[in-house]
């Protein structure tokens, strides 16, 4: 051990491979969560190997081992992912590859490819997650590995003190670069390479098909679907009903989304709408969940006739958008004949006992549909149904049994059955999915919905109103409406402890207070960094003028950019520039020393003024005048004590003297 200190406090290229080990684990640890287990375990397995071969000067593997390593490396992963190119396969390859030239290092050149391999590594962190605490953490990788580089080439051990402070500099000096190109850099519509993972399952838990207790499942996922931040007053939380899936097809069982609808312009923005920009996680859906009711949508947006909005390209990534909402105003489509042939449609066997109590309404009221609407709504709110998180399991017709036996469920329980209800009553009616509620952050000033927050209701069409919202879940718990999951179940024991909020134990408040901050600082990073997309660039190009998609205006942006950080730069040396703290006599003698350079009369530094004046004057016997003057003026402007005008009277003696000695 004494040896190697030894040779660590002479070499100081020893102490940068003990760098080199130190942060490449930490460079690749985030990849633990995403490659096969086998990928880290044959990167540890090979930086352990090095640690003992470091330690104990041991031998390095032979070549033909190395050659070996490297042919089982690429067919491992070759037989992992079937490639050893893209996104996954590339990484796994990549890490596997820097695990095995650790154990080829042998010269100071080596170590550096091994730091920008690590380098790499961090890089390809940001494919598979680019959270904030991603890159908290890749910053930290950076100034590891920034720090083993300044070691490598500091031609001397350096103390470890001074290296995390020159990496930390190094790394702030490059943020104002960063950000130039962050900015500017074209972007890239989507996530780098696509997204890492090409399942079809909606992340949201919003799916094309709604069946009795799907979105009671989401109440234990405290994800966050979207942000919402509002451009003026926040609406009521009853008012707030985020639309996303609208359901017309019923199969007796569950409710599936519509297909293929007709594109409908929006109406267009008014004085007394809601704006609103919605961050919204990626859903791996086309659909974007939007205020009721609809009237601005994103320019990358189509409204379709039943007021659903969706995008052309599958939401693979974090995406904002703007909107705006007219909430107490539905716009009034038409309804073609096959579409009510649609919403009124059930299948032959569904709902029989439904059917006859729909009957029943329908001939105590006649023509009058909003009547039967409230017969509905009442006997939802007069007889014991239960809303409740742990919904009973249903026996025969779903319909039935939850409205005559179980009467207790959840939002899609009464949203389906009172769809059910209206159109055996011959009342046109569909089911709507998205979110309702969420909780207001004081600290970002936004609207935060989880999953827990999805919701189910139901639409009528009512011949002097069109297509009606009616939520049932207003008749049955209208404070979940009203103040939101954490409203109506903040006493129930058996929910989620992020909606209950209070009771519970101080650790588990803490988490929760931690989870809100976090959340906060992740929307700030959301809004700022990783939803500036081309659209966005493109706005901000446009305010200067320029065009974001025109390789010319880049290179303005670039250059200007660039250049007025330069200048800041210089203007920054400058004003930090030393002081010249000689005396003015000094500088003076100075200066004559620089004039007379040319004629080989540079005064040497072992000179006094009145000895440098004496050999000038016998090299330039025309200069005698001015130099006597200036010798004199110098020796009693340093050594005399001189009052105030007196000093200035020889200042001036020496400024001109010195003026007329042009040489």
């Known amino acids: 051990m004494r040896a190697w200190l030894a040779r660590t406090r002479t070499q100081p290229e020893l102490l940068g491979l003990w760098l080199l080990l130190a942060a490449v684990p930490v460079a690749a640890l985030p990849h633990a969560w995403e490659q096969p287990p086998w990928v880290f375990a044959v990167l540890m397995a090979a930086w ?110 350096l103390p470890l003190a001074r290296l995390a402070r020159s990496s930390g500099l190094m790394l702030v000096h490059a943020l104002p670069i960063m950000l130039i190109l962050f900015l500017v850099f074209p972007r890239i519509p989507g996530p780098i390479w696509g997204s890492p993972h090409e399942d079809p399952v909606g992340q949201t838990g919003l799916s094309d098909r709604l069946e009795f207790g799907d979105i009671a499942q989401l109440l234990e996922n405290e994800a966050t679907a979207l942000r919402v931040r509002f451009e003026g007053p926040v609406p009521a939380s009853s008012q707030q009903y985020w639309r996303a899936l609208v359901m017309t097809d019923f199969d007796g069982r569950g409710w599936r989304v519509d297909r293929s609808r007709p594109e409908v312009p929006a109406d267009g923005e008014g004085p007394g709408d809601v704006a609103y920009t919605v961050t919204l996680e990626p859903t791996r859906a086309h659909y974007l969940p939007v205020l009721d009711f609809p009237v601005g949508i994103p320019d990358h947006a189509r409204l379709l006739d039943n007021l659903q909005v969706v995008t052309s390209r599958r939401v693979d990534s974090r995406l904002q958008y703007t909107g705006h909402a007219r909430l107490d105003a539905p716009p009034v489509l038409p309804l073609s004949a096959d579409e009510r042939t649609r919403a009124l449609a059930l299948p032959a066997a569904a709902a029989p006992r439904a059917r006859v109590q729909a009957a029943l309404w329908r001939a105590a009221h006649g023509d009058d549909d909003t009547a039967i609407v409230q017969e509905a709504l009442q006997l939802f709110a007069g007889e014991p149904f239960r809303y409740t998180l742990r919904p009973p399991l249903l026996q025969g017709d779903n319909t039935d049994a939850f409205l005559f036996e179980t009467r207790a469920g959840y939002c899609e329980h009464y949203a389906s059955t009172l769809a059910v209800l209206m159109r055996a009553a011959g009342i046109p009616a569909r089911v709507i999915t998205g979110y309702q509620g969420g909780q207001w952050m004081d600290a970002g000033n936004y609207l935060r919905l989880r999953q827990a927050d999805a919701h189910a209701w139901t639409e009528v069409w009512l011949e002097d109103r069109g297509w009606t919202r009616v939520d049932p879940t207003a008749a049955i718990a209208p404070e979940r409406i009203e103040t939101g999951l954490s409203g109506w179940f903040g006493e129930d024991i058996d929910a989620p402890a992020f909606l209950r909020r209070s009771g519970l134990p101080w650790t588990v408040q803490w988490r929760l207070r931690i989870s809100d901050w976090h959340d906060v600082a992740t929307f700030r990073w959301e809004s700022l960094v990783l939803a500036f997309d081309p659209e966005r660039q493109r706005e901000l190009f446009a305010r200067f003028g320029l065009d974001a998609t025109d390789w010319r205006s880049v290179l303005i942006a670039l250059a200007v950019s660039l250049g007025g950080l330069a200048l800041l730069v210089g203007l920054s040396a400058f004003l930090r520039r030393p002081r010249d703290r000689r005396d003015p006599a000094q500088r003076a003698l100075d200066r004559l020393s620089r004039r007379l350079r040319r004629h080989d009369l540079a005064r040497e530094p072992h000179e006094t003024a009145a000895a440098y004046a004496a050999r000038v004057r016998a090299a330039r016997p025309e200069l005698a005048t001015p130099l006597a003057d200036f010798a004199q003026a110098y020796t009693h402007l340093r050594y005399a004590d001189l009052d105030a005008q007196e000093r200035e009277q020889f200042q001036r003696q020496l400024w001109r003297a010195l003026g007329e000695a042009k040489g």
């Not at 820097?98 to 080596?110: C, G």
């Not at 391999?117 to 991603?134: G, K, M």
């Open 48 to 157: 352990l190997w090095r640690v003992i071969i470091h330690a104990t000067n041991a031998r390095l593997p032979a070549r033909w081992l190395m050659v070996l390593l490297v042919l089982a490396g690429g067919a491992l992963t070759f037989v992992e992912f079937g490639t050893v190119f893209g996104q996954q396969a590339g990484t796994a390859l990549l890490l596997v590859m820097l695990a095995l030239k650790l154990l080829e290092i042998r010269s100071q050149r080596d170590i550096v490819v091994s730091l920008f391999l690590a380098y790499f590594v961090v890089v390809t962190t940001y494919f598979f997650n680019q959270s904030i605490l991603i890159a908290a953490y890749s910053l930290l990788s950076a100034w590891l590995i920034t720090a083993a580089l300044i070691q490598v080439h500091g031609g001397r051990v």
